[in-house]
């Protein structure tokens, strides 16, 4: 059984970022990410510190917006608007979840495609659904690196690839990106019928539906490989996936822990997305 590194994965790929931003310095290519946070919610605090050190380390500029939690809708698209006019700015941030008096959708959708990082804006999912270049949704984009990466000798190509969950940010670009690999996709979510039976037949399977450990032995075909995107607390405190871990691992080829796994990707695929946007911007 092969224990997918997802915090040595994503150090790696940081790494090869870090040595050809080097690079793009030497050319007098300086890549910049601006980072909005609104309000003062504990997690996304975490989560936009770890994206500005990401930055620090690879050798980025970024940019931060810590805005107030009652600054208005207007404001901050006044400032979405200002940064997508600014020629030394390749990407744009708006951590989520916003305040509730703001409408996440019309922030996404305000910014330019072309400096999406998260690959949220309407247009880059439908670029990512024709095959056209654009930007992927961090999360699913990590998980390729973690297959890819993680088990090198294994092809996607023609594997049945079955992912349970359907969300925008997951499952839906999951499904697609797993197609430009050659796999066989299934989507299953919460009204699948008979979802053990359609999970027992995937040599992939990808969990993302955000209960504890829920993906038990009995969904998965010996020798699958299984990646777990969920993060869920269990009743004393401790951050536990959907599939459970203890005896999946048992029949699994190969399988990502949580933590460790998936989650350390997200921000390598950002840093990844900025990277690409400065490379498209200074072309
Ligand atoms: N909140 C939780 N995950 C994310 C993410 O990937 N991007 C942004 N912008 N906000 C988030």
Known sequence: MTLIDGKAISAQIKDELKVKTG?????GIEVTLAVILVGEDPA????????????EYIGYRSLSYELPADTTQEKLLELVEELNGRDDVDGILV????????????????ISPDKDVDGFHPVNVGRLCIGEEGFVSCTPAGVIQLIKRGCPDFDITGKECVI????NIVGKPMALLMLRENATVTVAHSRTAD??????????????????????KDYVKEGAVVIDV???????????????????????????????????????????NCYEAAIRHNR
Do not use: W
């Open 164 to 167: 349970v969950g359907r969300s």
């Open 23 to 27: 690079e793009l310095k030497d050319k």
């Open 230 to 272: 969920g993060i869920n607390r269990t009743e004393d405190g401790k951050l536990c996936g959907d599939v459970k871990f203890d005896e999946v691992s048992e029949i699994a080829a190969a399988i990502t822990p949580v933590p460790g796994g998936v989650g350390p990707m997200t921000i390598a695929m950002l840093m990844n």
């Open 195 to 216: 979802l053990k039976a359609v999970c027992k037949r995937a040599d992939i399977i990808i969990a993302a539906v955000g209960k504890a450990g829920m993906i038990t």
């Open 95 to 110: 951590q989520m979840p916003l305040p509730k008096h703001i409408d996440e959708k019309a922030v996404i959708e305000a």
């Open 44 to 55: 996304s605090q975490v989560y936009v510190r770890n994206k500005k050190r990401a930055c």
